[in-house]
């Protein structure tokens, strides 16, 4: 019916052809009618929550108008619309999304390799031993990558680094002691230990810079405060963990600190020192070298599980507390995202940092913390610490992809409605066409 009306309106078939093109195509554009005379060809925003079928049921047919609470279009005089192939919108980056592809299954398979064949003997020695060589490197290659020029830039922005380092430092260690004074026996003292330890674990820095980009936050911010974050957690992280088991009457051996220093202090300040002359090499191998930091933590869990799973972890863990375990780390990651989200929106935080403080505040570094427990925790309890990391790794990467593309979503809507988005239109005079009548 409107495609008849629509020929009736127009004799130039050409005009009315291209018409029905951008009828039937999938639109979310903002453009203020009238139009004059010109050719704009327009890519279909696949993102954009509004749908064609909206666009059909506003038509005006007997004056030719398209509206809708999103798209406004106006067809008057002898303007023709048609829809171009090209994507309007940037597509999000692939390298973090394939990185996560095979490392989030990876962490769950060493996990069930660790307990199907599990090293013991000299072959756990020697595994052992490349932990701590394998630990060693990883922090020198983040130190060779770590670049004074992106701290220097991002570090003006106070506000941001206030709200993330408060997140990471000071609410969530809060969340673990007030959830586990409520619930003192909700879980084993050894998966209590592994929660609270990723309460006091920093923020992860290839992951949540990545959220933060695809969900179009600060990306510049958030770069300088997750390696602010890393830096400063490899100090407060141990110091953190022993004052909330000392709350919870337990205690840690603080003599695992010198183990901190020599293996993850000490690398991390000589990769930075020879930046200078392996910095280049560095930054052009990144996607490399984050394969070897991965493969470096599968070989630290590896190692940890299969002590525990010698001294028998699976037979004092039923499929129970394995449930509760996920529950509490689910909790807690929802609870901090909301804490963010109410926080944000009372101090009128920009959305750009609000998304940079989201991602920040609520992701935790299993490259960081991982490393950590093989050093601060000995024997089998050492598995059980590690396995809260593991868990709420991946949650933390399941939800944060989602928030992400909620809100690159949101962006793209707000600046629809604010008409300052780039969507990639281009317009092109045109004449008019000749003939009696036109659209």
Wanted: with cysteine; hydrophobic share 50%; proline share 5%.
């Amino acid at each position: 019916m409107q495609r008849a009306n629509l020929r009736e309106q127009a004799g130039n078939d050409a005009a009315v052809a291209a018409v029905i093109r951008i009828i039937d195509a999938p639109l979310d554009l903002r453009q203020s009618p009238p139009l004059s005379s010109c050719q704009i060809y327009v890519g279909g925003l696949a993102r954009c929550e509004v749908w064609w079928e909206g666009l059909r049921q506003r038509i005006a047919a007997s004056h030719g108008e398209l509206t809708s609470v999103v798209n406004k279009f106006a067809i008057k005089g002898r303007a023709i619309v048609t829809a171009h192939s090209r994507s309007p919108t940037r597509r999000a980056p692939k390298a973090s999304k394939a990185g996560r592809e095979w490392f989030v299954p990876a962490l769950i398979g060493v996990v069930a390799v660790a307990s199907l064949l599990p090293c013991y003997g000299a072959g756990a020695r020697v595994f052992d031993s490349l932990a701590l060589l394998a630990i060693g490197s990883l922090f020198f290659l983040q130190g060779a990558r770590l670049s004074r020029d992106a701290i220097v830039a991002g570090t003006k922005n106070w506000r941001l680094h206030l709200g993330i380092t408060s997140t990471t430092f000071v609410l969530f260690p809060l969340l673990g002691l007030a959830l586990f004074g409520l619930n003192p026996g909700i879980l084993t003292p050894p998966l209590q230990i592994g929660v609270l330890f990723v309460c006091a674990l920093p923020s992860t820095v290839q992951s949540s810079i990545a959220l933060t980009s695809i969900a179009r936050g600060n990306v510049v911010g958030a770069i300088c405060a997750a390696t602010a974050s890393n830096i400063l957690g490899v100090i407060l992280t141990p110091m953190l963990l022993a004052l909330m088991l000392r709350v919870q009457g337990a205690a840690i051996d603080l003599n695992g600190l010198w183990k901190i220093f020599v293996e993850l202090i000490l690398p991390f300040i000589v990769g930075h020192l020879l930046r200078p002359w392996i910095g280049q090499w560095a930054d052009q191998n990144r996607s490399i070298l984050a394969i070897t930091d991965r493969s470096s933590v599968l070989l630290v869990v590896y190692t940890a599980f299969s002590a525990a799973v010698v001294n028998g972890v699976w037979s004092q863990t039923p499929p129970i507390t394995l449930m509760e375990l996920v529950l509490v780390d689910g909790l807690l990651l929802v609870v901090v995202l909301f804490a963010i989200k109410l926080g944000s929106r009372f101090f009128a935080v920009p959305r750009t940092d609000e998304v940079a403080i989201i991602f920040c505040g609520s992701q935790k570094s299993a490259i960081t913390g991982v490393p950590m427990a093989h050093l601060l925790f000995t024997g089998p309890a050492a598995g059980m610490i590690v396995l809260p990391i593991i868990i709420y790794h991946q949650l933390q990467l399941w939800l944060g992809a989602w928030l992400a593309r909620r809100y690159a979503s949101a962006a793209i809507v707000d600046h629809l409605a604010e008409g300052s988005v780039d969507l990639g239109i281009r317009a092109i005079r045109v004449r008019p066409p000749s003939g009696p009548s036109g659209l």
